[in-house]
């Protein structure tokens, strides 16, 4: 089973597209949009993985989930440091961080808020 390489290319490009789309439309509050975004991310994500994993493509793989889950867990780690030991001093981490670790709840709350005014409606 080979992935066509045409169809590689836009699973990545839609999961690079829908992750900034997501991004921006969380910060102007389109929950809607941010909603839809998000579930096409997810969704192109899940394929694009089990597309990489079967098809010997696992270095590429690896190099995602370290972009997209070791260097924030390493941010973490520095972060934490930081507030320890004081070695940056840099003010906007804490808030940097407080945000990346807020975002699933914060989208939890305002799904649930969206369901809720969507119900009410």
């Known amino acids: 089973m080979s992935i066509m390489p045409g169809f590689f290319h836009v699973l990545l490009l839609i999961a690079f597209v829908s992750l ?7 910060f102007f509050a389109k929950i809607k949009l941010f909603s839809f ?22 270095i590429f793989f690896y190099t995602i989930v370290i972009f997209l ?8 780690i520095l972060f934490a440091l930081d507030v ?8 906007t981490s804490f808030v940097l961080v407080l945000v990346w670790l807020l975002t699933p ?3 939890i709350v305002n799904l649930i808020s969206y ?3 969507v119900v009410h409606v």
């Open 69 to 76: 889950i070791v260097f924030p867990i390493i941010c973490l």
């Open 20 to 26: 900034i789309a997501s991004a921006i439309s969380y």
């Open 37 to 58: 975004t998000l579930i096409l991310f997810y969704t192109s994500n899940t394929f694009l993985s089990f597309f990489l994993i079967h098809n010997n493509h696992a």
């Open 115 to 117: 369901i809720l005014k």
């Open 84 to 91: 320890h030991y004081g070695l940056f001093c840099i003010d």
């Open 105 to 107: 709840v914060l989208f």
